[in-house]
């Protein structure tokens, strides 16, 4: 696959998605959010990758939000950054995703990096809310898996007086998993996707779509059960029984139900 914004490797069982704007602070753009998504929905029709990172290209940015510039400038949903594709996109992608955060997280990037499944980050990491601070807020996935992350008051606290934290006041709250020293991140985090790429996928997936299920509402659930036991019953005795019978028109044999 090839993009403009964001390159994309793979490593045996891991894919790399690297945001490439490092001049621009990683900042995501409406081109991004659609290559990042175009990008997950390649990744979704292969089996290669078990597990995907997210990392941003350069020493000093993982993300720092988004930029809205070349978009028309309507209120309507052309002017718009298409944000939410790209959370959802990293949300119901049935693999896990490691935020590898290399920089700093800001605003949206910080947004991002808790939208992933864990996150590890480099020592030096950055990370922040500035939304309240500069005429913008996240009233969606910013608040509510922040909310899960850290706690009410705690999240409440960081969009409210918007504090810088560290990497080790993010694990030490909730807000991260991991810290790697800065020059060992890339390793760090290659061995983290491996430690994880060992266990079973289809368990991966259920347990990632269980997670899901509780806050996405009657898309969450369908994600357990259309993608994950949906696909198990119908390569059982009892489905292809009743197939069978419904095309020969006869009545189903109920020994063959529960095989």
Known sequence: MTFSQITYEEDGPIGTITLNRPDHGNMFTE?????????????????????????????????????????EKTRLYAGTLPTLEMYEAIDK??????????????????????????TIAKQSAMFRQVGPMMGSFDAGYGTWYLEDLVGKKRAKEIWYANPKISAEEARVMGLINRIAP????????????LEIADRGAFALASIKGAFNARHGGVGGLSRVTHDLLLSQYLGTEESKEMKASFNDRRKPDPSKFGQ
Do not use: W
């Open 31 to 71: 081109t991004m959010c659609h290559e990042i998504r175009d990008c997950i929905e390649g990744i979704r029709r292969e089996t290669r990758t078990r597990v995907i990172v997210l990392t941003g290209a350069g020493e000093k940015f993982f993300c720092i939000g988004g930029q809205k510039d070349g978009m």
């Open 93 to 118: 992608l049935q693999k896990p995703v490691i935020a590898s955060v290399n920089g700093y997280a800001v605003g949206g990037g910080n947004v991002l990096q808790m939208v992933c499944d864990v």
């Open 182 to 193: 800065d020059d060992e991140l890339a390793a760090k985090t290659r061995d983290f996707a």
